[in-house]
């Protein structure tokens, strides 16, 4: 018996639709596991083996995701870096990442069960988040990793390596590093490139550098960067951005 993942946004339309599409699929002998949109934090923050707290269950064979590209995003954060191939119905004002929309779903959930769709490759962040050398935070990034600043910081020092050699420090509001699909979301709005999904190319972008001199740069995907705070970079925090500006 295959198993479906199912991840569905807080909205009447997209939860009567689903609620159809589960019965659909369990009536095509298709194992359901369900779930609502969550917050960064909680994933993986209860136990991970268990497909409704913790992370997405290792023998999904797809997820189809019913919601706007924050439901989208949402998904692909509780897939981490599983090969498990998500895709993305339209319900919401922001679409950017959906495959098809709900009028052809059904089309669609036959062919991937029949194994007639292509499926295409997307490139991820891993970030890890290092305090005294200790390890606070793993996460698997499909958009964008943000250090931004406070409600009241001053511009922060950012000190950026690349491959352990000294790149640049960057004294700006804060820095964005972005995958493609993360290209057309807060880095394009801060003066970022669109880069091509099938460029493997990864984006740092300032955001409101203070030197002129300081623009955006692509690295290869394969790059390992490490970015670290000036200790009177008081105020500044740090997050994997939803699609909030995706287009």
Same mark, same amino acid.
Request: hydrophobic share 40%.
């Given at each position: *018996?295959?198993?479906? !993942? ?10 009567? +639709? ?11 002998? *298709? *194992? ?8 960064? !934090? ?12 913790? %992370? ?61 769709? +292509? ?11 290092? &305090? ?7 996460? +698997? ?17 950012? #000190? ?6 000294? =790149? ?5 509001? !804060? ?5 493609? +699909? ?11 490139? #669109? #880069? ?18 300081? &623009? ?5 995907? %394969?790059?390992?960067?490490? #970015?670290? =705070? ?18």
């Amino acid at each position: *018996m295959k198993k479906i !993942g199912l991840v569905v946004k807080a909205d009447p339309q997209a939860e009567k +639709t689903a609620d159809k599409f589960q019965a659909w699929l369990t009536g095509h002998s *298709m *194992m359901v596991v369900r779930r609502e949109p969550f917050n960064p !934090g909680e994933v993986g923050s209860a136990d991970r083996n268990d497909p409704y707290t913790g %992370n997405a269950p290792a023998d999904l064979s797809c997820v189809f995701v019913l919601g706007g590209d924050g439901t989208f995003i949402s998904a692909v954060r509780w897939i981490g870096d599983q090969p498990i191939a998500v895709l993305g119905v339209k319900f919401g004002d922001l679409g950017f990442l959906a495959e098809t929309t709900a009028e052809n779903l059904y089309p669609v959930a036959r062919a991937v069960l029949d194994n007639q769709l +292509t499926i295409r490759p997307r490139m991820r962040l891993v970030v890890r988040v290092l &305090r005294d050398e200790k390890e606070i935070l793993r996460e +698997t990034v499909l958009n964008d990793v943000v250090i931004n600043r406070g409600a009241l910081a001053r511009l922060a020092d950012i #000190i950026t390596y690349i491959d352990n050699q000294y =790149l640049t420090t960057y004294r700006a509001d !804060g820095l964005i590093v972005a995958t493609p +699909t993360g290209s057309t979301a807060y880095s394009l709005a801060a003066g970022g490139p #669109i #880069i091509h999904p099938n460029v493997q190319g990864t984006i740092i972008t300032p955001i409101c550098p203070f030197t002129l001199t300081n &623009r955006p740069l692509i690295v290869p995907d %394969n790059a390992a960067i490490k #970015i670290r =705070l000036e200790k009177r970079a008081e105020g500044l925090q740090s997050g994997m951005k939803q699609p909030s500006g995706i287009r």
